[in-house]
């Protein structure tokens, strides 16, 4: 398991409240789409990550972590597991304090790397899932 119970709530209740969601897009046939609208039920500042930098939920999009202009509390992961190590470094190098691999994308080193670099990490969890069961 790649983040405990508590680990989940402190990530999803206690961090803040603006969360950079990289791979998402306009398209609302991708997961990544759905699960920022819930998070924004949830109170959540949704940013999309996306080459295309669209904007999407009605927040402008960026083409890279980097090219965000404020600060992010959460990075939440929607790309393979081979890419998804390097946004975990980037989220890093950003300042953020958690990152969020969602379902499927797992990297046990990105794991190690990423909660020595002093951030809080789930991966093969989905926030969508994780919040309502919250209360």
Not at 18 to 38: C, D, I, P
Not at 67 to 79: M, Q, T
Not at 103 to 129: F, H, K, N, W
Request: glycine fraction near 8%; include cysteine; hydrophobic fraction near 45%.
């Amino acid at each position: 398991m790649y983040g405990d119970e508590a680990t989940v709530r402190k990530i999803l209740t206690g961090l803040g409240d603006t969360w950079a969601v990289v791979g998402l897009s306009s398209n609302r046939r991708r997961a990544a789409y759905g699960v920022a609208q819930v998070l924004q039920r949830f109170g959540k500042r949704v940013v999309p990550v996306h080459p295309k930098a669209e904007t999407v939920h009605g927040e402008q999009g960026h083409a890279s972590l980097a090219d965000i202009p404020f600060s992010v509390d959460v990075v939440d992961v929607f790309v393979n597991s081979e890419l998804a190590g390097a946004v975990a470094d980037e989220a890093v190098a950003k300042g953020a304090q958690a990152v969020w691999f969602q379902l499927d994308v797992i990297d046990e080193a990105t794991y190690e790397r990423t909660r020595a670099a002093g951030l809080e990490m789930v991966m093969d969890r989905c926030p969508a899932i994780e919040i309502p069961r919250l209360g």
